[in-house]
């Protein structure tokens, strides 16, 4: 199924994963490793990486820490297409701003979520989204209406589509009744998978894309369970989803970053600490991810 494909031309299609970041013991980034795990990710059949989403722990960093993770990005990924920076801020100019460093960047596309400093009607919505598209570089829609409180519904996401604003919608909701419903008001715009428990449901509804959390920890499986779901191949699909779910939930829930960066250590990554406030996990919740991430490297999965 060609129209699922990484192109020069959709460079937002594929496998992106948004990327957890490397941190030392006393918290600074760790660029040497945020590189090598870039090149890990490609070299292990994803199609390019999301640096700065909420996996990459962007509300932490410094505007200069955040610039330099795309530049060490950029360098690592060698083809700069590859690259999907986070661009996300609590004021349309600062989300301009990143837009344009990304531009700047040669990067194929940006990641941007609706403002998320208060609850913005519509017309705030797609003026926001105008804004940042005015940087000349394609951006997708991340549509989280858990976190910002503000749902990029169907209707408006084929509005922010026909304004020319947007490419393509990272859809978390976990709603998988939306996928059709976008397909019907807006044929033309990219359905990105946005949570990796709903990976099979959006792949069968036409998902041209995954912007990933779980490939972090298991990119080659993650890769090869995403061909076959796109492709259709269930017998292929079903199977690794089934024995991944129980890890691929964790991406849907709180503590997703200290989920993934555990599994990354269990996988020999470098997935190391998170900044404050996140702690690290323990009790329940540390041995869930421990016995999955475990269970997933004895039956064979990397």
Same mark, same amino acid.
């Given at each position: 199924?060609?129209?699922?494909?990484?192109?020069?031309?959709?460079?937002?299609? @594929?496998?992106?994963?948004?990327?957890?970041?490397?941190?030392?013991?006393?918290?600074?980034?760790?660029?040497?490793?945020?590189?090598?795990?870039?090149?890990?990710?490609?070299?292990?059949?994803?199609?390019?990486?999301?640096?700065? @989403?909420?996996?990459?722990?962007?509300?932490?960093?410094?505007?200069?820490?955040?610039?330099?993770?795309?530049?060490?990005?950029?360098?690592?990924?060698?083809?700069?297409?590859?690259?999907?920076?986070?661009?996300?801020?609590?004021?349309?100019?600062?989300?301009?701003?990143?837009?344009?460093?990304?531009?700047?960047?040669?990067?194929?596309?940006?990641?941007?979520?609706?403002?998320?400093?208060?609850?913005?009607?519509?017309?705030?919505?797609?003026?926001?989204?105008?804004?940042?598209?005015?940087?000349?570089?394609?951006?997708?829609?991340?549509?989280?209406?858990?976190?910002?409180?503000?749902?990029?519904?169907? @209707?408006?996401?084929?509005?922010?589509?026909?304004?020319?604003?947007?490419?393509?919608?990272?859809?978390?909701?976990?709603?998988?009744?939306?996928?059709?419903?976008?397909?019907?008001?807006?044929?033309?715009?990219?359905?990105?998978?946005?949570?990796?428990?709903?990976?099979?449901?959006?792949?069968?509804?036409?998902?041209?894309?995954?912007?990933?959390?779980?490939?972090?920890?298991?990119?080659?499986?993650?890769?090869?369970?995403?061909?076959?779901?796109?492709?259709?191949?269930?017998?292929?699909?079903?199977?690794?989803?089934?024995?991944?779910?129980?890890?691929?939930?964790?991406?849907?829930?709180?503590?997703?970053?200290?989920?993934?960066?555990?599994?990354?250590?269990?996988?020999?990554?470098?997935?190391?600490?998170?900044?404050?406030?996140?702690?690290?996990?323990?009790?329940?919740?540390?041995?869930?991810?421990?016995?999955?991430?475990?269970?997933?490297?004895?039956?064979?999965?990397?």
């Amino acid at each position: 199924m060609t129209t699922a494909s990484w192109t020069t031309d959709r460079p937002w299609r @594929g496998v992106m994963v948004a990327t957890a970041l490397p941190l030392r013991e006393d918290l600074t980034v760790d660029h040497d490793a945020y590189a090598a795990h870039v090149r890990h990710l490609l070299d292990n059949g994803c199609d390019g990486v999301v640096p700065n @989403g909420s996996l990459g722990e962007y509300q932490t960093l410094t505007p200069i820490e955040r610039a330099r993770v795309v530049r060490t990005a950029v360098e690592a990924a060698g083809d700069p297409a590859r690259v999907m920076p986070g661009v996300a801020a609590y004021g349309s100019a600062e989300a301009r701003r990143w837009a344009d460093q990304a531009a700047e960047a040669g990067c194929g596309s940006v990641l941007l979520l609706p403002p998320n400093a208060y609850r913005a009607g519509e017309e705030a919505v797609r003026a926001h989204y105008a804004d940042v598209a005015r940087a000349g570089i394609p951006v997708v829609a991340y549509n989280n209406p858990i976190d910002t409180k503000v749902d990029l519904t169907p @209707g408006l996401l084929a509005r922010l589509h026909a304004d020319g604003s947007i490419v393509a919608v990272k859809e978390f909701t976990g709603d998988v009744r939306r996928a059709y419903e976008i397909a019907e008001l807006a044929p033309d715009l990219d359905l990105l998978v946005g949570a990796d428990d709903v990976l099979l449901e959006l792949a069968t509804a036409g998902a041209a894309g995954w912007i990933a959390g779980y490939p972090n920890a298991f990119p080659a499986t993650c890769a090869a369970l995403y061909r076959a779901a796109v492709a259709g191949d269930l017998q292929t699909a079903l199977p690794l989803y089934r024995s991944l779910h129980p890890l691929l939930r964790w991406d849907s829930r709180t503590e997703f970053v200290q989920a993934i960066k555990l599994s990354m250590d269990l996988t020999g990554q470098h997935g190391g600490p998170t900044r404050p406030p996140r702690l690290p996990l323990t009790g329940e919740a540390e041995a869930a991810v421990r016995a999955a991430t475990e269970k997933a490297v004895a039956d064979g999965h990397h």
